[in-house]
C-alpha cells in the first residue's frame, strides 16, 4: 500500500465525490415529486390515470437503470432530447427513483390503519385534511426508511452515470486506476468515500425518523 | 425525427445471441450467488466471530460500495496481477456482489428458524452438521424465496452494466450494431422492451415458485 499515493489523490476524490452527493441529492429531491405526483396518480378518481401511473411504474421498475441512461442519453436526441451528461444523471436518476419511491410512500400510506381515515373523515377532516393531519404523521416514520433505502440505492446506482461521463466518482476513480496503476490504493479510498456517504444517509434517515415518530407510540 | 427500425430488424440475430449470453450470465450468477450466499450465511453464523471477521467484512464491503466501482476494481485492477478474461472477472464480481446480498438475507433467515427447532433436533438423536443440514436450513431457505427471487430480478437488470469491462451481453452487442447503423434511440428501445419481457416473465416465474414453495413450507 503507497500511503503517499492515496494522500495524494484524496483532493481528486474529494472533489468527484461532491459530484456523487450532488446528482444523488438532486435526483431525489425531483424524484419526491415525480413519486408523489404518482401516488396522486394511483389514487386518482380517473381509470385512465390510475393506468397510466401503473404502467409508467411497471416499465421504470421492469427495465435497467444503466438502458435507461444510455436511451435518454444517447438515444435522446433523435426525439429532441438535448441533455448534458450531468442534467441527464440528474433526469434519468430522477424519474427512476421515482417509481420506485411512489411505491415506498403508497405502503407507507397503506400501512395506516384504515379506520383511522375513516374516523378522521366522520370527525369532519376533509380528504386532505385527513391527508396531512391524519394519515401522513403516522406513515412518516415506515415512508422516511425506505426512502432512505431508496437514497443508498440512488448513491449506488448514480456510479453508472460515469458512463455518460460525467466527472463522478466511478469514473475519476477509473481515471486514476488507469493513470496510477495502482488499483488496490484507489479502490481502497474511493470506496471509503461510498462508505463515508452512505453512512452520512443512514445517519440522517435516523435522525430524521426519530423526529417523525417522536410522538407515535408504538 | 423518423424511426426506422428496419437496422433493429436486420441486427436482431445478434441481439438474439446477446438475449442468450445475459440469460446464461444471469443463470450461473443466480446459482453462484444463492449457493455461494448460503454457504457464506451459515459460516459466519456457526464460526466464531474472531474466525469469521473477513467474512463479515466482505459482505460490508460488497453491500456498501456500488457494483460499477467493483467491477472495475476487478478488471482493471486485477489485470496487474493475474490475466483473467473479461467473461470471468464479469461473472465473478457480479457473482460476489450478489453472494453478499443473499448471504445477508439467508443470515435473516436462518436466525428466524426458531430456537426450539435446532433443540428438539439435537434432542431427537441429529447431530450439529446433520441438525443444520436437514432441519434449519431447508426451513430458511424457503423463508428466503420471496426476497431471493427480488435480488435474482434485480441482479437480471444489473447484467446490463457487465458492458461497461466489454463482456458481450445484449447492452454490448447492441452498442456495435448502433456503432454501425447510427440508430441509438430504437436499438436502446427495443432492448428496454426485451429487458422488460424478461421482467415480466421472472416475476410470473418467481410468483410461481413462492406459491409452490408456500405449500412445502
Redo the contacts between chains.
Keep these: 500500500m503507497d500511503i503517499n499515493l492515496m494522500i495524494d489523490i484524496t483532493p481528486l476524490l474529494v472533489k468527484a465525490a461532491w459530484v456523487t452527493i450532488d446528482i444523488s441529492a438532486r435526483a431525489l429531491f425531483f424524484g419526491f415529486f415525480i413519486a408523489s405526483a404518482l401516488v396522486a396518480m394511483r389514487t386518482s378518481r380517473i381509470p385512465p390515470v390510475r393506468w397510466l401511473a401503473r404502467a409508467y411504474i411497471s416499465v421504470v421498475r421492469g427495465t435497467p437503470y444503466f438502458v435507461q441512461l444510455l436511451l435518454v442519453f444517447y438515444g435522446g436526441p433523435a426525439i429532441g432530447l438535448r441533455l448534458d451528461p450531468f442534467t441527464c444523471g440528474v433526469v434519468v436518476g430522477a424519474f427512476n427513483i421515482g417509481a420506485y419511491m411512489s411505491e415506498a410512500i403508497r405502503g407507507a400510506i397503506e400501512s395506516v390503519d384504515s379506520g383511522q381515515h375513516e374516523a378522521s373523515r366522520s370527525l369532519g377532516f376533509g380528504r386532505f385534511a385527513t391527508l396531512q393531519h391524519i394519515v401522513l404523521p403516522q406513515a412518516a416514520g415506515l415512508m422516511i426508511r425506505s426512502i432512505g433505502v431508496l437514497a443508498i440505492i440512488l448513491v449506488k446506482n448514480s456510479s453508472l452515470v460515469s458512463i455518460i461521463s460525467v466527472v463522478e466518482l466511478t469514473y475519476q476513480a477509473q481515471r486514476l486506476i488507469g493513470s496510477t496503476y495502482k488499483p488496490l490504493e484507489v479502490f481502497s479510498v474511493s470506496a471509503l468515500m461510498y462508505i463515508v456517504i452512505i453512512y452520512a444517509v443512514m445517519g440522517i434517515v435516523e435522525f430524521l425518523y426519530r423526529r417523525a415518530t417522536r410522538y407515535t407510540y408504538l | 425525427?423518423e424511426?426506422d427500425f428496419s437496422p433493429v430488424i436486420t441486427y436482431f440475430p445478434t441481439l438474439i445471441k446477446g438475449i442468450g449470453a445475459t440469460l446464461l450470465i444471469g443463470l450461473v450468477v443466480a446459482i453462484m450467488s444463492i449457493i455461494g450466499g448460503q454457504i457464506v450465511a451459515v459460516i459466519t453464523l456457526y464460526t466464531k466471530k474472531t474466525v469469521n471477521w473477513p467474512l463479515r467484512f466482505f459482505i460490508w464491503?460488497f453491500m456498501?460500495?456500488?457494483?460499477?466501482?467493483q467491477l472495475?476494481?476487478l478488471y482493471?485492477?486485477?489485470g496487474?496481477w493475474i490475466l483473467i478474461p473479461a467473461i470471468v472477472v464479469g461473472v465473478l464480481g457480479l457473482g460476489f456482489h450478489y453472494m453478499a446480498y443473499n448471504a445477508d438475507i439467508f443470515i435473516a433467515t436462518i436466525k428466524s428458524v426458531s430456537s426450539g427447532q435446532y433443540e428438539a433436533s439435537r434432542s431427537l438423536g441429529f447431530g450439529h452438521l446433520a441438525t443444520l443440514f436437514y432441519i434449519i436450513i431447508p426451513q430458511a431457505f424457503y423463508r428466503a424465496i420471496p426476497q431471493l427471487g427480488n435480488n435474482m430480478i434485480i441482479m437480471v437488470?444489473?447484467?446490463?452494466?457487465l458492458?461497461?469491462i466489454g463482456i458481450a451481453e445484449l447492452?454490448y452487442l447492441s452498442q456495435y450494431a448502433?456503432s454501425v447503423t447510427f440508430?441509438?434511440?430504437?436499438?436502446?428501445?427495443t432492448?428496454?422492451v426485451i429487458?422488460?419481457l424478461i421482467?415480466?416473465l421472472m416475476e410470473t416465474g418467481q410468483a410461481w415458485v413462492e406459491r409452490r414453495a408456500a405449500i412445502r413450507r
Design positions: 425525427m424511426f464491503l456498501t460500495t456500488p457494483l460499477l466501482l472495475y476494481f482493471f485492477g486485477m496487474q437488470k444489473d447484467i446490463s452494466v458492458s461497461a447492452v448502433i440508430r441509438p434511440f430504437e436499438f436502446y428501445i432492448i428496454a429487458y422488460y421482467n415480466v
